[in-house]
Nanobody, 121 residues
Framework: QVHLVESGGDLVQPGGSLRLSCAASGSIFAVYAMRWYRQAPGKERELVAL???????NYADSVRGRFTISRDNGKNTVYLQMNSLKPEDTAVYYCNADVSTISTMSSSDYWGQGTRVTVSS
């Protein structure tokens, strides 16, 4: 079994910064693409950023230039550095990863439980 655990969500003022973390644990053989999604109240979940195992990144237009996704393959951890935060960034942020386990050696999709980010003065 694989678990993804996010941390770092908080209440922050507009213009502020936060760093989210997501650590994968369990019987992991390899972690492939890792992603951050978010879901604001009353809205659909949207992809914020992704990073491949080799470090290739991509961002939603709404966060490009303000957010940076990175990863530590040795720790099976992905980060999301969020700068110049806006009220519209308020959402629950979810970590998602493609992970192969030691038992199956095949890749499956896993989700974390979410961490809440609130941007408000």
């Amino acid at each position: 079994q694989v678990h993804l655990v996010e941390s770092g969500g908080d209440l922050v003022q507009p213009g502020g910064s936060l760093r989210l973390s997501c650590a994968a644990s369990g019987s992991i053989f390899a972690v492939y693409a890792m992603r951050w999604y978010r879901q604001a109240p009353g809205k659909e979940r949207e992809l914020v950023a992704l990073i491949t195992r080799r470090g290739t990144t991509n961002y939603a237009d709404s966060v490009r230039g303000r957010f940076t996704i990175s990863r530590d393959n040795g720790k099976n951890t992905v980060y999301l550095q969020m700068n110049s935060l806006k009220p519209e960034d308020t959402a629950v942020y979810y970590c998602n990863a493609d992970v192969s386990t030691i038992s199956t050696m095949s890749s499956s999709d896993y989700w974390g439980q979410g961490t809440r980010v609130t941007v408000s003065s």
